[in-house]
Antibody, heavy 120, light 107 residues
Framework: VQLVQSGGDLVHPGGSLTLSCAAS????????MNWVRQAPGKGLEWVSV???????LYADSVKGRFTISRDTSSNTLYLQMDSLRGGDTAVYYCARQKYGEFGDNWFDPWGQGALVTVSS | DIQTTQSPSSLSASVGDRVTITCRASQSVHNYLNWYQQKPGKAPKLLIYVASTLQTAVPSRFSGSGSGTDFTLTINGLQPEDLATYYCHQTYTSPGTFGQGTKVEIK
């Protein structure tokens, strides 16, 4: 069970970038999948979730600019990021939200992270 | 939104010491509280879930306790490889919220 990320890059302000997160050992489409980011020297900030049923949720800081999606054929999670700003500079992690018997839940596993730098 | 506050924000301890990190939620999260370990330059790794359940392969010197609003992560016998930042994470509400992290350094 693992997540392998790709797509991090240097982008100009106002630009776009798509991150990928390929899963193995489990099915992305039947799990709640999240993106979490970490700005340089800072803590963890939740970004977005796509639920198994397909509905999505975003942090206020990225709403209207980021889009989370998944592809069942490739078992991959995506984060499309548009209108990027300096404040979006961070390492982005994907993570599966795993559930226990009583609705308790936790993030495991995590991808290795992808660095997105927004700078001119 | 439920806020989660960790203390201390950093600590320095010697090898073999007992280390305690606390996490307080702004309202009850029952036992929907997880702990992650993030070593420098690495992704976070699940350490403890549902307040006190040790993830597979995590050394038994780590333990978690608490319920409601107050939780504790304890390292009994700190080891050099425990140098890391530790985050609590409540998932009673969706999406959950992370604590601000506690950086553990070795004296």
């Amino acid at each position: 069970v693992q997540l392998v990320q790709s797509g991090g890059d240097l982008v100009h302000p106002g630009g776009s970038l798509t991150l990928s997160c390929a899963a193995s050992g489990f099915t992305v489409a039947t799990n709640h999948m999240n993106w979490v980011r970490q700005a340089p020297g800072k803590g963890l900030e939740w970004v977005s979730v796509i639920y198994a049923g397909g509905s999505t949720l975003y942090a206020d800081s990225v709403k209207g600019r980021f889009t989370i999606s998944r592809d069942t054929s490739s078992n991959t999670l995506y984060l499309q990021m548009d209108s990027l700003r300096g404040g979006d500079t961070a390492v982005y992690y994907c993570a599966r939200q795993k559930y226990g018997e009583f609705g308790d839940n936790w993030f495991d596993p995590w991808g290795q992270g992808a660095l997105v730098t927004v700078s001119s | 939104d439920i806020q989660t506050t960790q203390s201390p924000s950093s600590l320095s301890a010697s090898v073999g010491d007992r280390v305690t990190i606390t996490c307080r939620a702004s309202q009850s999260v029952h036992n929907y509280l997880n702990w992650y370990q993030q070593k420098p330059g690495k992704a976070p790794k699940l350490l403890i879930y549902v307040a006190s359940t040790l993830q597979t392969a995590v050394p038994s010197r780590f333990s978690g306790s608490g319920s409601g609003t107050d939780f504790t992560l304890t390292i009994n016998g700190l080891q050099p490889e425990d140098l890391a930042t530790y985050y609590c994470h409540q998932t009673y509400t969706s999406p959950g919220t992370f604590g601000q992290g506690t950086k553990v350094e070795i004296k």
